[in-house]
């Protein structure tokens, strides 16, 4: 619902906040005094197309602030949220502000391109006035509204998601399709390279063993020869550490006798003979292991050398080769699955592709169905609308399947019954396309509860009892969502639960318009002087304070 809408320095309105409540909101004013001017401002912060020639002589930009508030099941919260734009307890604001030389827009805050405030607008406000801003213009809209009334917005909604999924899988099917040469060529690559590597086989972890071992061999010779020194110089010949320190043990305990005090010599000479005698055993049985080992020394250096041949060629170091191995073996498996991806890839498009034409079929089905009832249906109200023998019609035209459907939907209408159907967007005036927007929110009141309603030139070329029954429509459909109507038939005023007055007057010079939301008692004198021009006596009031009270 709107709950605000604020105007500063536009055309002739210098600063204007007009409050808006849920109902039938009417606007009314002499000929000139710029209610339609209120239209003009919504439809701009709406994303109407601005200039500068909108701004107030005098001021250097003009600011339309236009305050919504939404219910949490609203549609317009989806694309607010969608669009990480919500804004608190509620309420959305969209603000537009029109320079000499650009326009900024913003929602809840944010800047926004134009596009965004056309997008959400069409969430929020159905404007019924001058072409450029009516529903009915659009084929879109046209087809929206016939499948609200055919009760096909389920299928409608499936079958534009399936088209997106369906066009989706396509691009994928193509793109995959386009790349097979790319996967094929790599594919080629990646065999030629597991060749070499396979002909390797680097395990995890071999790669340490190998280069230990090789060190370890390429220096046997060496370690042998130092190994059996060091047995020599610890536990055998004359001069070995062993036997030496065996004797000085010996010789410390004969003198322990004459002084207790070498027992503590005794027991160090005695550790260091146990740990002398342990390095000497440790060094023989790594000697003896060094004279199990294999000497096939020239086979490892080689399989060393072309482990360092295939790293430096994959430019990776030595210790991950057998990862990139692994690596490469997974992506070569993975490029030969094609077929399989194809398969799956066609069955994807194909099963995307029924469910499109079932629902197409579906909708198709519940169209043409709807067609003849609706056609009827707003013929009946256009007539009751003062439209005359008016006749309204709904043309579908087969295409090819698309996120619409199989075919186009368009609103056509006759003004006589023996004049043929044209296209609504050829025949209708402004004021004729208002009225037909009326008959047709009428007919779809049950069915779609849709966004607010803003009627401008709703009450052309009408009076009387069509002003009556106009009025008593637009009031009707006030009690299920918010309508605005500007009008300056008093049959139609009279019906509103709320009453705007648009004025102008001269104020230092300038011309300007103001708003002012009316009592019960400005409401009669209002609609005294809509029945009774400028002369209002006690007849046109008396007349007046009927109308209102219904």
Same mark, same amino acid.
């Given at each position: 619902m709107l709950s605000e809408l604020l105007i500063r320095s536009f055309a002739v309105i210098d600063e204007l906040r007009i409050p808006l409540g849920a109902g039938l909101s009417v606007v009314t004013g002499e000929t000139g005094a710029g209610k339609s001017l209120l239209v003009d401002a919504l439809g701009l912060a709406l994303g109407n197309r601005a200039d500068a020639s909108v701004i107030r002589t005098g001021a250097d930009a003009a600011e339309i602030v236009a305050t919504f508030h939404l219910e949490p099941e609203h549609s317009a919260q989806a694309w607010l949220q969608a669009h990480d734009l919500g804004g608190d307890q509620g309420d959305c604001i969209i603000r537009r502000i029109v320079g000499q030389d650009r326009s900024r827009a913003f929602i809840n805050g944010t800047p926004v391109p134009v596009q965004q405030l056309r997008e959400l607008g069409e969430f929020l406000i159905d404007l019924h006035g001058q072409h450029e801003h009516h529903a009915l213009m659009r084929k879109d809209a046209q087809r929206a509204l016939l499948d609200a009334? !055919?009760?096909?917005?389920?299928?409608?909604?499936? &079958?534009?998601? %399936?088209? %997106?999924a369906l066009q989706a899988a396509r691009a994928h099917q193509r793109r995959f399709i386009e790349d097979a040469q790319?996967?094929? !060529?790599?594919?080629?690559?990646? #065999?030629?390279? $597991?060749?070499? &590597?396979?002909? $390797?086989?680097? #395990?995890?972890?071999?790669?340490? %063993? &190998?280069?230990?071992t090789e060190k370890r061999w390429a220096h046997a010779q060496e370690l042998a020869t130092g190994i059996t020194d060091l047995v020599g110089l610890l536990a055998e010949g004359d001069q070995a550490l062993g036997p030496n320190l065996e004797a000085a043990i010996a010789q410390v305990r004969a003198l322990i006798r004459h002084e207790p005090r070498l027992a503590e010599v005794e027991g160090l000479l005695a550790s260091a003979a146990v740990e002398i005698n342990e390095a000497a055993a440790a060094l023989n049985r790594v000697g003896a292991s060094l004279e199990s080992e294999p000497t096939d020394l020239p086979a490892l250096t080689a399989r060393v050398s072309r482990w360092h041949e295939l790293a430096r060629k994959h430019r990776v170091p030595p210790e991950e080769l057998s990862a990139l191995w692994l690596t490469l073996r997974a992506e070569h498996d993975t490029l030969q699955d094609d077929d399989d991806q194809l398969a799956a890839l066609a069955a994807e498009v194909e099963r995307r592709a029924k469910e499109a034409e079932h629902y197409a079929q579906v909708l198709t089905e519940k169209r043409r169905r709807a067609q003849p009832r609706l056609s009827a249906a707003v013929s009946e109200e256009m007539q009751r609308l003062g439209l005359g023998r008016a006749r309204f019609g709904v043309a579908l035209e087969p295409i090819e399947l698309s996120a619409g459907g199989c075919e186009t939907v368009e609103f056509l209408v006759s003004p006589a019954d023996d004049a043929p159907l044209k296209p609504i967007t050829k025949i209708a005036s402004g004021g004729e396309l208002s009225r037909i927007s009326l008959a047709l929110q009428v007919v779809l009141a049950d069915v779609a509860a849709g966004p607010t309603l803003v009627f401008d030139e709703v009450d052309v070329g009408i009076g009387g009892a069509v002003a009556e029954i106009v009025g008593l429509r637009l009031h009707e459909l006030a009690k299920t969502r918010q309508v605005l109507c500007i009008t300056h038939l008093p049959q139609v005023a009279a019906q509103g639960d709320n009453h705007l007055l648009v004025a102008k007057a001269e104020t230092d010079g300038r011309t300007l318009s103001s708003v002012e939301v009316l009592t019960q008692a400005r409401r009669i004198e209002e609609i005294a002087r809509m029945l009774g021009g400028v002369a209002i006596n006690a007849r046109t009031r008396a007349l007046a304070r009927d109308m209102l009270r219904g």
């Amino acid at each position: 619902m709107l709950s605000e809408l604020l105007i500063r320095s536009f055309a002739v309105i210098d600063e204007l906040r007009i409050p808006l409540g849920a109902g039938l909101s009417v606007v009314t004013g002499e000929t000139g005094a710029g209610k339609s001017l209120l239209v003009d401002a919504l439809g701009l912060a709406l994303g109407n197309r601005a200039d500068a020639s909108v701004i107030r002589t005098g001021a250097d930009a003009a600011e339309i602030v236009a305050t919504f508030h939404l219910e949490p099941e609203h549609s317009a919260q989806a694309w607010l949220q969608a669009h990480d734009l919500g804004g608190d307890q509620g309420d959305c604001i969209i603000r537009r502000i029109v320079g000499q030389d650009r326009s900024r827009a913003f929602i809840n805050g944010t800047p926004v391109p134009v596009q965004q405030l056309r997008e959400l607008g069409e969430f929020l406000i159905d404007l019924h006035g001058q072409h450029e801003h009516h529903a009915l213009m659009r084929k879109d809209a046209q087809r929206a509204l016939l499948d609200a009334y !055919a009760q096909a917005k389920p299928e409608a909604q499936a &079958l534009a998601e %399936t088209m %997106t999924a369906l066009q989706a899988a396509r691009a994928h099917q193509r793109r995959f399709i386009e790349d097979a040469q790319q996967r094929k !060529a790599r594919a080629s690559l990646l #065999h030629y390279q $597991l060749e070499e &590597l396979e002909s $390797l086989e680097p #395990h995890a972890g071999e790669w340490e %063993t &190998l280069n230990a071992t090789e060190k370890r061999w390429a220096h046997a010779q060496e370690l042998a020869t130092g190994i059996t020194d060091l047995v020599g110089l610890l536990a055998e010949g004359d001069q070995a550490l062993g036997p030496n320190l065996e004797a000085a043990i010996a010789q410390v305990r004969a003198l322990i006798r004459h002084e207790p005090r070498l027992a503590e010599v005794e027991g160090l000479l005695a550790s260091a003979a146990v740990e002398i005698n342990e390095a000497a055993a440790a060094l023989n049985r790594v000697g003896a292991s060094l004279e199990s080992e294999p000497t096939d020394l020239p086979a490892l250096t080689a399989r060393v050398s072309r482990w360092h041949e295939l790293a430096r060629k994959h430019r990776v170091p030595p210790e991950e080769l057998s990862a990139l191995w692994l690596t490469l073996r997974a992506e070569h498996d993975t490029l030969q699955d094609d077929d399989d991806q194809l398969a799956a890839l066609a069955a994807e498009v194909e099963r995307r592709a029924k469910e499109a034409e079932h629902y197409a079929q579906v909708l198709t089905e519940k169209r043409r169905r709807a067609q003849p009832r609706l056609s009827a249906a707003v013929s009946e109200e256009m007539q009751r609308l003062g439209l005359g023998r008016a006749r309204f019609g709904v043309a579908l035209e087969p295409i090819e399947l698309s996120a619409g459907g199989c075919e186009t939907v368009e609103f056509l209408v006759s003004p006589a019954d023996d004049a043929p159907l044209k296209p609504i967007t050829k025949i209708a005036s402004g004021g004729e396309l208002s009225r037909i927007s009326l008959a047709l929110q009428v007919v779809l009141a049950d069915v779609a509860a849709g966004p607010t309603l803003v009627f401008d030139e709703v009450d052309v070329g009408i009076g009387g009892a069509v002003a009556e029954i106009v009025g008593l429509r637009l009031h009707e459909l006030a009690k299920t969502r918010q309508v605005l109507c500007i009008t300056h038939l008093p049959q139609v005023a009279a019906q509103g639960d709320n009453h705007l007055l648009v004025a102008k007057a001269e104020t230092d010079g300038r011309t300007l318009s103001s708003v002012e939301v009316l009592t019960q008692a400005r409401r009669i004198e209002e609609i005294a002087r809509m029945l009774g021009g400028v002369a209002i006596n006690a007849r046109t009031r008396a007349l007046a304070r009927d109308m209102l009270r219904g």
